[in-house]
Every structure is written in C-alpha cells, then in structure tokens.
C-alpha cells in the first residue's frame, strides 16, 4: 500500500500494532505524529450491568409479546432489562508521540508505504539534497514500537519530541534520551476510571546532541536515531487491575534496550512472517500498480484492477495478525486503533454480529492462533455471565446479550429493540466448535465444552412453548435491530435467527460430548429441546422468514440480514441438501439489496459466495471498495473504504475489512458442506489466479491454481489424515496420472457431516425458482497425516 502525500486526518493515516500495542502513523515530514493505543486502556474498571428487577418482569414481557401488545412489553423491558446505568466501556486512547522537524516544510519526493509482506510502515522523502527515511513497525516478540529515522548526510537529524494525551496524569523527560507519560482512563456512566498506563519513549541517538527543554526532548544534528515505545497498564484481566504499569513499562524497555536494530527488526520480521506467510493470493496484476493506492481505489469500479483485490484480501489477514495475538485481547469495532476517547459504539464488542465477523477469516485463512483471544473472551463470559442469567432471568448457564467489553459485562446494554437479544453468548459460542472442525484437537474440544454445555442449560431453563405449534423458542427477543414493518417494537418471540443459533449449538454440543464421552442423560435432555425447535420457513414473497410469523417486507433493506446466519457463517443452507431454503435464501437476499454499510457488503460478499455466485461477490467488493471521504467525521453516507484500507460503516469499523476477507475465501474455497469445494463462486473476470495456504474442515491446507476460470492444480497437505473429498467444477482429477474414484454417499471423514435440518414448512403460496447450478464433481483422496497431494485437472 503506498501514497505520495503524508496523512492529514486519522482514516489516511496507516496502522501498526503488535495485538497488544499499536499506532496510527501519518508519515507528515514536518510534523510526524504516532497515535498510540494499547488493547487493555479502557473507562471504567471491573463492572457489571445485570438489571436486577429482571424477574419481575419477564413473565408480563412474555405475555405481552404471545398477545401482540409489543408496545407494553417494549416499555417493561426497557424498565426491568435494560441496564439501569452502565451500557458498556470505552476503548480509550493513550496518547500521541509527536517529532516536530526544523526546516522540512518544503520537502520534495514524498513516498510512503505499508508493506504488508514485512509489517513495515515506510516514508522517504529529500530536503534539498538529503533523503530522509522513517521506518516504524511494532514488534510481537519485543513488545516495543520502533521508530528508525535516517538520513543520507551526516547529522542531518534535528527534531523535538514530545507526548501529549487528553487523560495524562503527567509528562515529562526523565533524562536526555527518555521521555515518559502517565495517564489514567476516563470515568464514564458511573464507573470510576482506574487503568492506569505508563508510557516511554527512548531516543537513542549516534552523533548530535540531545537537550531536556521542559517536558520535551530535542535531538541536534544526529547521524541516525532509533526511538522505542513502551506502554503498559495495570490491567490484569477483566477482575483485577493490580499490575504495575510502571515496572512493565520500564521492563520491556529495557529488554528491547539491549537489542541492536537490526536484531529488532530481523525478531519482528520472522514473528509477522510466521502467519502471515501461511497464505499467498495472486489475481494477477495491471497498469493500476502505478497509481497510490487511495487513486486505485477510487477507480476501482471503473478500472481493471485484480491485484487491489488481492491487496485489500491481504490488509485483511495483515490487520487480524496485527490486532489480535495469543495472549491478549480481542479485536474490537475498531481493531485496536482508535483515536477518540469518545469512540463510535465505544469501539467495544458488538456481539451480534460484529465482533464474531471479526474472525470469520481466523480458521481458513489459517491464522488459527488469532483466533485464541476470542476463545478466551468467551470462557470468560461464561464466567460472568452465568450472574445474568441467575440474576436477571432466574436461569441456570450462562448468557450474554448484543454487546459486551473488556470487563465481560453480560446485561443488556441498549434499549429493548437493540439490546435485548440473549444470544450473544449462543452466536459466539459457535466458534469453539469451529475451532474444533479445523483442528481436531479433542484436548482443546474439552477445554470449551464446558461452556458449550452451560451455554445450553441457560436454554433449557429459558426457552418456552409458543402457543400456536408448541415450538420452544426465545422471548423476549429482536432479530438483530430490525423491528417488523409496523410494529412498535423489534421485541418478539422465537425469530429465525434465535432458531438457528440454538439448532448449531445444541447440535454440537451434543456433538462434542459424544466425542468427549460425556454427560448421556443431558445430551438426551438436550436432544428433545432440539427436537422442538421451530424450523425455518418459507412466506409469501418465497423467502425465508425473518420471523415466525410472515411478516418480512420487501422493501425492507436494513443491514442486519440475520435470518441468513443459517446460510452463513452456519451451513443449515445448502444447495445440494436443502435447494428450497437455498432458493429462498437467495429470494430474500435479493430483496434486500446491495449497498449499504461497510460490514454489511462485507456479510453480503459471504452469502453470495455461499450462493455460489461469483459475479455478484464480485459486485459487492466493487461496492465496498468505493473510496468514502476521510474528511467527512461522523455517521451517514454510504458504507465503503477509507484512504487507509480501513473499512467505512461510515465511520471506521473493522468488521467490513474481515468480512470481506472472509467473503474472498469462500469464493475460492468452502469446506461447510460435506466436501472441500474448489473455487466454488469464482467470478468471471478472475480468469487466471492462485492461492494458496487456506485451511479447511478437517486439518487440510488448500492451494489452488487457475486459468481461463478452470481449475488446473490442486495442493493439498493432510495434518490429521483421513478421506479427503473434493468437490471440482467439471474436471477430470488425476493425481500422480491416475484418475480419482469419483464419490458418493456421505463423506466418510466425520469432520465433513453435513448438518441435517428439518424439513421447512413450505407455504402453499411459495414461488419457488430452479436453483441454477453449475455441475460439479465429487472425489475421494484418502490422505496420511503429514503428506503433501499434488492434484492435476484436466479438462
Ligand atoms: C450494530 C450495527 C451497527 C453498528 C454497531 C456497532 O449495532 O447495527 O450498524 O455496526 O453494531
């Protein structure tokens, strides 16, 4: 990625960061500036927001909602579940680290870059005759930020440096070459701010001199100069916040202290390197490399521009490894880079779609490892949340609503039509399964499944018969803020997404305790409840509801599409298992639309790979990929793509940016459905292609070659043995010369079972189009652990 003008505003700026520690750098050659965050600086300290009065008021809620007065439920459940103070922390910001230069202003030959191979920010730039260049990265292995500044003449290096931060306690230089800022996070609604952070900048400098002047530092004439950045807080974890920021801070100074440059950034290379090598993407290159990257993107609609899509696919994978590292925490709205202390959405985690979407490319862009912050999040949330269930909804388990933060709030953060849906906990509990279905690892399977398990349990207790079919179902619920056109409220009973949730979570939980041999009588229990689940229907329009009731309208084009969870990220949809849910699926897909909010197109490039349609996948990369104005603050506008790469709702949000990874995969690999399908949605004008390293169901590492949109090689490697089925477009599949034995029936290797749903109401009215397939193959490899498959096809 590269520019030729420096950043103004934060979304052109480029971002860094380690999953711990990270920055926005503007590359300004007067005036640089680092933006610095650190993933643990939030308001507030260890909280919670249960609504106590929950119980007086559920039994009425429910009533209300089986007898159509949603305006009387609405009002309970904003007085006895919505939280009565706290809606969630804010991920705050630690500061600036600011280098004012003398006599820059006038600088010619402007270049700077992100390169995404090395996790390196770059800007080069001349002053008469002397190149300057900057180099910034943040190291994993070394937990600094890193800040080389060089010059091509002999001390040629002037500049003051200083902090600044609108929550420091206190700034100032603690010798010639040391700066230091101390700050505590904001107090907000009622929970006092106690992360305390501690940050240091070393300027280690060869020639010149170096001078305190007050709180700042200035450099004279160097040759070179090298500046680390330390941050830590007091955090420990989401209960306590007895660390001392101070002595950690100090501490991995000192260690990155003893380390030559060069050392530093060999150890970053190799750790970044480590992951982000695991996946090569080629869609082949054109004329447009030439331009910077905020033209190429802003012709991109109108242009002929493969490898920005390969580029944006790779920033994707980039921004994941840099967010969200063993260890720590998980990515938020905005990563792990923010720049207000009053962020959108408090940039915390949106768990009703967003932070799940967030990981959706983890597994099969095979950076399983970035998956764990997420992992743990969730047995944490058990943790807290089974004092919700208790307290507000008198159940046994765990549950947690739409949104949570770093202090694991479980309540119910917003008013009734957002906030109230208590399958936050149901939707990110599907990942531990997930993990599972790449890995095979049963030690980790046992080290989750005891909160799969509790997760059920809060169902068992709270589910209840709806009158009409005696189906067992949620309420009081929303399908994802959207309320049914008409009604007064999102507060209903039973919507298909709730169906959904609990058809992949009873269904593996049983899954996992039949492979971890455990808890027969409860997987029995269990079974009955799915048993009576609503299944998922099809209305009027041939669509399938959102609802119980027929109540979608076509007009309908909010973003939230969450009835098609059961097509994606879950596999309930299939086109060679359930072809009418399929149809319908896509019938409502359609009336929906295109455009709307970055995450949303970026959800949409998924659905429609799902759907196996490649050029409309291909339309809504277009569609995202439509430069948004990084002067225009604010909400509003349409959704796309800042400057930077980042992702616009608008305003920034990091979810669009994973989900449209995650989308570019399926449209070249899909594993959900009973075989590892090969470029299943290829759209027609990525002709010639290849990549290479994906993950799929079952522990097998993909690469795929292309040309003239036919497959032509296919690698494979096998990390847990075992048949290995391939779906293929049309091809004749040899490997060593010998056909392979086409296949049928179910798939032997168990990682590969399909999910059987219920057969779906169909209403007599459905208009039921032909799903429209192209033909494809199915193979059986049967595989050894550790061995490498070389696939041929021919046409
Ligand atoms: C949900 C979405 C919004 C936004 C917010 C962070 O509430 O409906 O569009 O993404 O999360």
Not at 699 to 706: K, L
Request: net charge neutral.
């Amino acid at each position: 990625m590269w520019y030729d003008k420096p950043a103004k505003v934060w979304n052109e700026a480029l971002p860094i960061g380690n999953g711990r520690i990270a920055a926005m750098v503007f590359g300004d050659p007067a005036k640089e500036k680092l933006q610095l965050n650190e993933s643990s600086f939030w308001s507030g300290g260890p909280s919670r927001n249960d609504n106590p009065d929950g119980l007086k008021g559920l039994d009425s809620i429910r009533y209300y909602i089986f007898n159509g007065n949603y305006t009387r439920a609405n009002n309970l459940s904003n007085k006895f579940l919505t939280a009565k103070q706290l809606h969630g922390s804010m991920f705050q910001v630690i500061g600036n680290l600011n280098l004012a230069f003398n006599g820059t202003e006038n600088y010619t030959d402007y270049y700077r870059e992100l390169d995404l191979e090395r996790a390196i920010f770059t800007t080069t730039y001349k002053v008469g005759n002397v190149s300057y260049k900057r180099e910034v990265f943040a190291s994993q292995p070394d937990q600094v930020i890193v800040l080389k500044l060089t010059a091509s003449e002999l001390g040629k290096l002037s500049f003051t440096a200083n902090f600044d931060s609108e929550l420091q306690k206190s700034v100032k230089a603690l010798d010639a070459h040391t700066l230091e800022m101390t700050g505590l996070s904001g107090t907000h609604e009622g929970v006092t701010g106690q992360v305390k952070f501690d940050t240091r900048a070393k300027i280690i400098t060869s020639g010149g001199t170096t001078t305190v002047s007050s709180d700042k530092i200035n450099v004279s004439n160097a040759n070179e100069v090298t500046i680390l950045i330390s941050i830590a807080t007091n955090f420990v974890d989401y209960k306590t916040l007895t660390a001392n920021e101070v002595e950690k801070c100090s501490n991995y100074l000192a260690s990155a202290e003893t380390k030559a440059y060069p050392t530093l950034l060999k150890n970053h290379i190799f750790a970044y390197q480590k992951y982000f090598k695991r996946v090569n993407f080629d869609l082949g290159t054109s004329a447009a490399v030439q331009l910077p990257t905020d033209q190429r993107i802003k012709n991109f609609s109108k242009s002929i521009d493969p490898g920005l899509v390969s580029m944006y696919y790779q920033f994707g994978r980039y921004l994941l490894i840099s967010s969200s590292q063993p260890g720590g925490q998980v990515a938020n709205l905005q990563g792990i880079w923010n720049g207000s202390n009053n962020p959108a959405w408090d940039s915390k985690y949106t768990i009703n779609i967003n932070t799940e979407m967030n990981y959706w490319p983890a597994e099969k862009c095979n950076l399983t490892e970035m998956h764990e912050p997420l992992v743990e999040m969730i047995k944490e949330l058990s943790e807290s949340g089974k004092q919700t269930a208790k307290v507000m909804y008198g159940s046994n388990g765990w549950v947690a609503h739409h949104n949570t933060d770093i202090w694991r709030i479980t309540g119910v953060v917003d008013f009734a039509d957002a906030g109230q849906w208590p399958m936050g906990g149901a939707w990110l509990s599907q990942h531990l399964w997930e993990k599972y279905l790449y890995s095979g690892d049963l030690k980790y399977l046992d080290s989750v499944y005891p909160v799969l398990k509790s997760a059920c349990e809060f169902y068992k207790d709270f589910l209840i018969e709806e009158p009409t079919h005696k189906w067992l179902v949620v309420s009081p619920s929303v399908s994802p803020e959207n309320t049914p056109t008409g009604h007064p409220s999102a507060l209903v009973a039973g919507c298909t997404i709730d169906n959904q949730l609990l058809f992949d979570l009873f269904t593996k939980t049983i899954k996992a305790a039949k492979l971890l041999k455990k808890d027969p009588a409860l997987m029995a229990d269990f079974q009955k409840i799915l048993d009576r689940l609503p299944p998922m229907q099809i209305g009027r329009l041939g669509q399938l509801q959102e609802w119980l009731e027929d109540w979608d309208n076509p007009k309908d084009q909010n973003r939230h599409v969450s009835h098609l969870y059961g097509l994606f990220p879950s596999n309930q949809i299939s086109p060679f298992n359930t072809p009418k849910l399929f149809d319908a699926a896509r019938t409502s897909l359609n009336y929906r639309g295109d455009v709307s909010t970055g995450w949303s197109m970026g959800w949409k490039v998924n659905f429609w790979a799902r759907l196996l349609d490649g050029n409309h996948a291909r339309k809504l990369i277009s569609d995202q990929l439509t430069l948004v104005d990084p002067f225009k603050g604010g909400f509003g506008g349409g959704g796309g793509t800042y400057p930077n790469f980042f992702d616009a709702h608008p305003p920034f949000q990091i979810d669009g940016n994973f989900g449209c990874t995650s989308g570019i995969t399926e449209m070249l690999l899909q594993s959900q459905d009973g075989a590892i399908h090969i470029l299943p949605a290829l759209p027609d004008d990525w002709k010639k292609g290849s990549i290479t390293g994906l993950r799929t169901y079952g522990g097998f590492d993909v690469s795929i070659t292309w040309e003239n949109n036919q497959v032509q090689k296919i690698n494979i490697t096998s990390h847990l043995g075992g048949n290995c089925r391939l779906r293929v477009p049309n091809d004749v599949v040899l490997v060593n010369g010998k056909v392979l034995k086409q296949a049928s029936g179910e798939n032997p290797n168990p990682f590969f079972a399909t999910v059987k749903v219920k057969d779906p109401l169909i209403s007599s009215k459905a208009n039921l189009n032909e799903v429209n397939l192209k033909p494809t193959l199915l193979y059986d490899l049967p595989t050894e652990a550790g061995k490498t498959y070389t696939i041929i096809c021919k046409k």
